[in-house]
């Protein structure tokens, strides 16, 4: 088991900054690749961006590319999603989530968070 818990969320101003984290407790961390989705009232849940355990590789939905930046600390059991220019269409839930296959299909992703609410005003 893979226990994960997103902290981060809040309300900022359209072209704002936030930074999510999300801190891996369970079995060996650096064994998986690691995702950030997210879930807008009424919409799909939705990939936003994974890297592989090394942490040399990295992909983004269109929607985010540019904006934001995922990375991860395998000594601090921890991944970070940098989220820069934001944008009112980015507010939803933000999940991050652990897979040994490395990939944006939600479904084979094992291991959920909570999730932490991003909200970007207008």
């Known amino acids: 088991q893979v226990q994960l818990v997103e902290s981060g969320g809040g309300l900022v101003q359209a072209g704002g900054s936030l930074r999510l984290s999300c801190a891996a407790s369970?079995?060996?961390?650096?064994?998986?690749?690691m995702g950030w989705f997210r879930q807008a009232p009424g919409k799909e849940r939705e990939f936003v961006a994974a890297?592989?355990?090394?942490?040399?590789?990295?992909y983004y939905a269109d929607s985010v590319k540019g904006r934001f930046t995922i990375s991860r600390d395998n000594a601090e059991n921890t991944v970070y999603l940098q989220m820069n220019s934001l944008k009112p269409e980015d507010t939803a839930v933000y999940y991050c989530?652990?897979?040994?296959?490395?990939?944006?299909?939600?479904?084979?992703?094992?291991?959920w968070g909570q999730g932490t609410q991003v909200t970007v005003s207008s």
């Open positions: 890297i592989r355990w090394s942490g040399g590789s990295t």
């Open positions: 989530a652990a897979t040994r296959s490395y990939n944006r299909a939600d479904s084979l992703y094992d291991y």
């Open positions: 369970g079995r060996t961390f650096s064994n998986y690749a």
